[in-house]
């Protein structure tokens, strides 16, 4: 195992012990609106303090993105992305899916991945050219081609309501189709499901860098493809993503692309 995702699954994991600790006393924590919908309670900042510490620990030349703390030595050549907890609202209120989200970027290539589901216990990993894999399982996208009879992943534009009629004409198109669409509130565990193929294919509109940026390379290394709208990889600025296997990528790619002049990116 390459060394940085050894020191980023060890941090996963202690951030992870913390928010379990916490999960049966919500009702104690001190909750901050960020935004309309948006929330972070002392965990997130106590789990990402954690994980920063356990990382410039041990690389303290490295750079940080996270989600509470924002940058810190963004020149760096190095930079980890962090969501300490990814679905914050499901963990305020007691719905067991949320997750620890850790990504090594160098330059503009993701290079190590860690997403960790504390509830289940699900540790997904990734190290470019090495393959995914799911509590040290080989990993693979789902084979599903089609549309028709596909189960996908989805998020809602909360933080965005100018994107609410864009992203409804997208799930109008698509829905009707599938076997299901599911919005489960925490995007870093639905890429990690399109990685071990849980889901065929998953699509959100404004989404941020720690939300997606472990989820790509598992998606990548599990063999499926990840773009923008537009067929792009420039999510990094535009924050929407299509992710599949290709055939199912290229069909879901057909559906918005339509709708792409609509979308205002955040």
């Known amino acids: 195992m390459h060394p940085m995702l050894n020191i980023a699954i060890r941090a996963a994991r202690q951030a992870g012990d913390i928010i379990i600790r916490s999960a049966d006393s919500v009702d104690t924590l001190k909750i901050t609106i960020k935004s309309p919908n948006d929330y972070a309670t002392e965990i997130d900042q106590r789990a990402e303090e954690e994980i920063i510490n356990t990382l410039l620990t041990a690389y303290p030349d490295h750079g940080v993105l996270a989600e509470e703390s924002g940058s810190l030595n963004e020149d760096a050549e190095y930079i980890w992305i962090i969501d300490p907890l990814d679905g914050t609202t499901n963990f305020i209120h007691g719905f067991p899916h949320y997750a620890v989200s850790i990504a090594l970027k160098k330059g503009d290539v993701i290079e190590q991945a860690v997403i960790y589901d504390p509830v289940r216990q699900d540790l997904f990993t990734a190290t470019r050219g090495k393959g995914a894999m799911l509590n040290n399982r080989r990993i693979r996208v789902a084979r599903q081609r089609k549309i028709e009879g596909a189960f996908l992943g989805t998020g809602f534009p909360f933080k965005n309501n100018k994107n609410i009629e864009p992203y409804l004409d997208i799930f109008r198109d698509i829905f009707s189709s599938t076997s299901g669409v599911r919005r489960a509130g925490a995007a870093s565990l639905d890429l990690a499901y399109v990685a071990a193929g849980k889901l065929d294919g998953f699509f959100e509109i404004g989404l941020k860098p720690w939300d997606f940026a472990a989820g790509i390379l598992l998606i990548q290394e599990a063999g499926g493809v990840v773009t923008d709208f537009s067929n792009n990889h420039?999510?990094?600025?535009?924050?929407?993503?299509?992710?599949?296997?290709?055939?199912?990528?290229?069909?879901?790619?057909?559906?918005?692309?339509?709708h792409v002049d609509k979308v205002i990116n955040s």
């Open 234 to 258: 420039d999510y990094f600025k535009t924050g929407n993503i299509i992710c599949a296997n290709p055939k199912m990528h290229a069909a879901l790619l057909n559906k918005v692309e339509p």
